[in-house]
């Protein structure tokens, strides 16, 4: 039949282009998977090393100055870009963004336009491109590519997508010759000069997790909020709660997707009070975190302990209530490191090879504080977004 | 009617050879070259994912059907693939086989439900889509397995500025224009999708013709799902968050492609595949803002097929439901 | 008299039986696993959350059974309360103003939608994914990317509060009730001239222009009102859980799923409006269910997509023999 037929010429197209395929350029270095956690996917997400060492590093003095907490490094491993080093500044620097498809990436995204700036009036950086792939791994790959073939970036910064999938891609920039500088999500291979992070998913889980286990009653229930499955920043944070809950007395009565939909969110927490109480609620990420409360309000139930994120509305609201709630923070202000990190490399100075940022969360204790730092800010702005010195403070942010 | 579908493809080419133009002259404004070969590397390397997806979408919508579960498949296929190799470079045609074989099963499923369930294509392939995801969702938590690098070949080796993707690609567009054109069952889409009930009448088997395009189409994602495979070096659930889907639809619709069905042809859609690849291009070149891309994608998008769409619709769309009625059309 | 046989013919024999029996079906599982969901509290908090789908399907009901799509729907109810956030910014005093906008903003869009459709041609998939592209891009360009202001306290009513202490029922959601006058209005429009117009154009429209039916109006009025439902569906969601970046995203697919659970064919010209609220009441509840199930959250889509392609292949089974002389023109 005609379906057979199709399916063995393609099937045969394939492997004749595979055959000749070898004749030309690009990739064919294997060794991309040498360093860890490239095969762990698919079943488990929690990697116990990984997670005592994120946890760890939470009590670890950073070095730098505490006031230029996107500077500070924990536990550095300094390496030497000396290599890198270019004549005369006005670089091409170029930057590959996943998206700017949540609050926080806008956010960030704002910070890092706005360093920028002040680096090309220091004549760092002369052009910034950037290309935006809206999610898509597939479209990041190309838009990769499209600055490795267009030969003249100077530096290439990378807030990759998905940790696996965009490895090969990483690994053909960094062939290219260009520093390459990744940050926020990670890939598989060390290539990169440099590799910007907050602690990660495990502390920021840990954080919310160990605040609910330390302020509820043992027996208490707990409800377990998150956006989407398979996105392993977001996963870690769901494994490292898992684990502390695991070795707690606390309930944990479900664990459900709401895509940050405030809508749904609203109408699952509903629900859950519906069938029962409700004694804490645990996010994976912050937004939404305020429909989350009125539910309870609408419900007339006591007010839970509530993990949120540092966003602004959230703060707010816990501010009004007075409730018990603790903001996990995933550093906002990691958007100012690449931009920096790539002038001090085409400077050839010394850059940590991992460059750990500080990650702490908002307390009860600072909350004021924070509150009153970002005063003029919107909601869904992110408190510990780091750039009340740039010289766009606060209209950039606040007119965004 | 050869001589009809030719003049409406022979538009779109039009069609595209203008974007490219306004495109070319905007980046030259803007002092780059959108023709410089790193530009071109990019433009055809777009053209490959949504071209498979696209050439299959063609098939079904000419039998007057749809598919939603493309996205799904692809994602699907990645991980078959992927797994299925796992690493090794001699598990390659195995992987293959595999992909081919679930995606066609999916693409039986989708049809067999549309033509033997009367379930609505939408609601067919919309649920299919969702019974994958849920299985995706439950079963792989992230990437998984490990595409061979004989196998991301596929994927980054090109020739001189054309990747292989895109040939492949092309390859399998040629074969669906000769399999449209041709053969008999691509004749009898024709038919199913102008209208089933003379088609059926006439004594075409509707269900087969109909089972037979989905199945086509599935395992056009199910290459879709090998290319990514090749691209990400593993397999990713996550692809299916991309409404590769919607994207397909819009390029066979630009292609010339009537979704009431019977009206169109590959050619058509590998120019409208095409025509979205010089847009995101430019688009990238010229840095445009993500959102205001998003607003010049749906404007052009509309504004194209408003361009072509007159005249076809009136020569094509009234079909004979009413056939009395024929006559006192002008 | 022949209304209320043509009623009756497609109670029995369609998708409308089927819709009430798997509500009712969902609703004795939902009561067997939780007696404690049918107390007033928890009835009235569903109906208030189930209100904006229910809405948006009648909306989406006139588009459809008028022959077409509306798939802007989501990007809509999302600009829609991103629109009140910024421009009402937490005033009270703009509360009214603003929803006056709002409402000609959702009235315009329909308007284009419909446009675009009738008078240019263009298939109402494409016309609406483009505009669902456009609105997703367009807000975000002017909020920069995320949504600012604040709604205010008044604004939400609706969607958040309702008639306190009704002897029985406890509070009465402004939602439920909205959603009623909604449902009662759509229902009325249906039995006027315009209704059967719309339906007649669904079902044939050629034959309906030729016996002096405006077939582009009542259809643009179906976008309108589409659009309509959309703005009154944002003020609910908005009201019921404020503002988030992602409100209304993906809706477009539930409630198209949603009326065609209740037995509206798509294409046009088959089905009532109640069922087709039923269709979104019955989603509602199976997600309900979901919950009450403790189902895992990653394999609720495969459910979901069963489910779905069971009930439409099932009424379609049903609708089989009497659907097969709908094609005689009246």
């Known amino acids: ?400 | 009617m050869t001589s009809e579908r030719l003049s409406t493809t022979a538009l779109i080419y039009v069609a595209l050879a203008g974007v490219l133009a306004a495109g070319g002259a905007a980046v030259a404004v803007d002092g780059g070259n959108l023709f410089s070969t790193a530009n071109l590397v990019d433009m055809l390397t777009r053209t490959s994912l949504t071209g498979f997806l696209a050439i299959g979408m063609t098939l079904v919508i000419l039998c007057r059907s749809l598919d939603l579960s493309v996205g799904y498949v692809a994602a699907l296929s990645s991980l078959v693939a992927a797994t299925t190799m796992d690493g090794a470079p001699g598990n390659v045609p195995l992987g293959i086989a595999a992909v081919l074989l679930v995606s066609g099963l999916i693409g039986a499923a989708n049809g067999a439900i549309v033509a033997f369930g009367r379930v609505n294509p939408f609601i067919a392939t919309l649920g299919v889509g969702l019974i994958i995801k849920g299985y995706l969702d439950t079963e792989y938590k992230g990437p998984a397995g490990d595409v061979p690098a004989i196998f991301q070949q596929f994927g980054y080796t090109r020739i001189a500025f054309v990747p292989v993707s895109t040939i492949v690609m092309l390859c399998l567009a040629a074969a669906g224009i000769w399999f449209l054109r041709s053969t008999r069952t691509g004749h009898h889409m024709y038919a199913v999708g102008g209208n089933i009930d003379v088609a059926r009448m006439s004594g075409i088997r509707t269900h087969r013709t109909r089972i037979t395009a989905h199945v086509l189409c599935s395992m056009c994602a199910g290459v879709a799902g090998m290319l990514l495979a090749a691209r990400f070096g593993t397999g990713s659930a996550e692809a299916y968050t991309n409404l590769y889907e919607l994207d397909a639809i819009a390029a066979t619709v630009l292609g010339g492609t009537l979704l009431l069905g019977g009206r169109g042809g590959v050619a058509g859609t590998v120019a409208g595949v095409a025509i979205l690849a010089v847009l995101d291009t430019v688009f990238n070149v010229m840095q445009i803002d993500p959102f205001a891309k998003d607003v010049l994608r749906g404007t052009i998008i509309i504004a194209a097929v408003a361009l072509y769409a007159r005249r076809q619709i009136d020569r094509t769309a009234r079909r004979p439901r009413f056939a009395a009625a024929g006559t006192g059309r002008p | 008299m022949q209304r209320a046989r043509s009623a009756a013919a497609a109670l029995l024999g369609g998708g409308t039986g089927t819709v009430f029996a798997l509500l009712a079906v969902i609703f004795a599982i939902v009561f067997a696993v939780n007696p404690g969901f049918f107390q007033a509290a928890s009835l009235m908090a569903f109906l208030k959350q189930a209100a904006p789908l229910v809405i948006l399907a009648a909306g989406q009901y006139f588009v459809i059974v008028s022959g077409n799509f509306d798939l802007s729907v989501g990007a809509l109810v999302g600009a829609q309360v991103v629109i009140a956030a910024r421009l009402i910014d937490g005033e009270e005093a703009r509360t009214v103003p603003v929803i006056g906008v709002m409402l000609l903003f959702g009235i315009a869009v329909g308007l284009v939608n419909g446009l675009v459709t009738t008078v240019l041609k263009v298939q109402s998939f494409i016309t609406t994914l483009g505009m669902l592209l456009v609105l997703y891009g367009a807000i975000r360009l002017w909020t920069g990317g995320a949504p600012t202001g604040s709604l205010s306290e008044s604004f939400r009513v609706p969607g958040r509060m309702g008639i306190e202490n009704v002897p029985l029922l406890g509070q009465v959601p402004w939602a439920l009730l909205i959603m009623i006058a909604c449902g009662a209005a759509a229902i009325w429009l249906m039995r006027t001239r315009f209704g059967r117009v719309l339906i007649a154009t669904g079902d044939n429209d050629l034959a309906a222009e030729l016996s002096g039916a405006r077939v582009d109006t009542v259809r643009t009025a179906a976008f309108v009102l589409s659009g309509l439902s959309a703005t009154i569906a944002g003020i609910l969601i908005g009201g019921f859980a404020g503002v988030s970046a992602q409100v209304g995203e993906g809706m477009e697919f539930t409630v198209i799923t949603a009326v065609v659970l209740g037995g509206v064919v798509l294409g046009g010209g088959q089905g009532l409006v109640v069922a087709a609220m039923a269709g979104a009441l019955t989603i509602e509840a199976l997600f309900t269910l979901f919950n009450q199930l403790a189902l895992p959250a990653s394999l609720r889509p495969s459910v979901q997509g069963a489910i779905i392609i069971a009930a439409v292949a099932y009424a379609a089974r049903r609708r089989m023999r009497p659907a097969g002389q709908t094609a005689t023109p009246s």
Not at chain 1, 108 to 134: P, Y
């Open chain 1, 1 to 400: 039949m005609n379906t057979t037929r199709l399916a063995v010429a393609s099937a045969a197209a394939l492997g004749l282009l595979l055959a000749t395929a070898c004749t030309t350029d690009e990739i064919d270095d294997p060794d991309t998977q040498e360093t860890a956690a490239g095969e762990e996917g698919g079943d488990d997400w929690f990697v116990q090393a990984d997670y005592e060492r994120q946890l760890e590093q939470r009590e670890i003095e950073p070095e730098g100055d505490p006031a230029e907490p996107w500077l500070q490094a924990i536990d550095p491993d300094w390496v030497d870009t000396s290599e890198f080093a270019l004549e005369g500044g006005d670089a091409t620097v170029c930057f590959s963004n996943a998206s700017v498809s949540n609050p926080w990436r806008v956010t960030g995204w704002i910070t890092m336009q706005q360093q920028v700036e002040v680096l090309q009036d220091q004549g760092l950086i002369g052009e910034f491109r950037s290309s935006d792939a809206a999610d898509d791994d597939d479209q990041q790959i190309s838009d990769i590519q499209a600055f490795v073939d267009s030969g003249d970036c100077d530096a290439i910064i990378i807030s990759p997508s998905t940790t696996a999938t965009l490895t090969p891609a990483v690994q053909a920039a960094c062939d290219s010759g260009a520093p390459v500088i990744v940050f926020d999500r990670g890939v598989n291979t060390d290539c990169a000069v440099t590799f910007i992070h907050p602690i990660g998913g495990y502390a920021y889980g840990a954080d919310g997790a160990e605040f609910l286990v330390d302020n509820l009653e043992p027996g208490s229930t707990v409800l377990a909020l998150r956006i989407l499955p398979g996105v392993d920043v977001l996963e870690h944070r769901w494994a490292a709660a898992q684990e502390i809950f695991g070795d707690s007395d606390l309930e944990i009565l479900g664990d459900e997707f709401t895509g940050g939909d405030a809508a749904e969110i609203k109408n699952i927490v509903t629900q859950y009070l519906q069938r029962g109480e409700v004694d804490g609620i645990w996010m994976d990420a912050g937004d939404g975190a305020v429909a989350g409360i009125e539910a309870f309000e609408d419900a007339g139930k006591p007010y839970p302990v509530m993990v949120g994120e540092d966003e602004l509305s959230f703060m707010r609201k816990w501010d009004e209530t007075g409730m018990t709630a603790i903001a996990p923070v995933y550093s906002n202000f990691q958007w100012r490191t690449p931009v920096l990190a790539a002038t001090m490399i085409l400077s050839g100075e010394q850059v940590p090879s991992e460059w750990v940022l500080p990650q702490e969360p908002i307390t009860e204790a600072d909350l004021d504080e924070y509150l009153e730092r970002n005063a003029d800010m919107p909601s869904l702005h992110y408190a510990k977004f780091g750039g009340e010195d740039l010289p766009g403070f606060p209209d950039a942010w606040r007119d965004r």
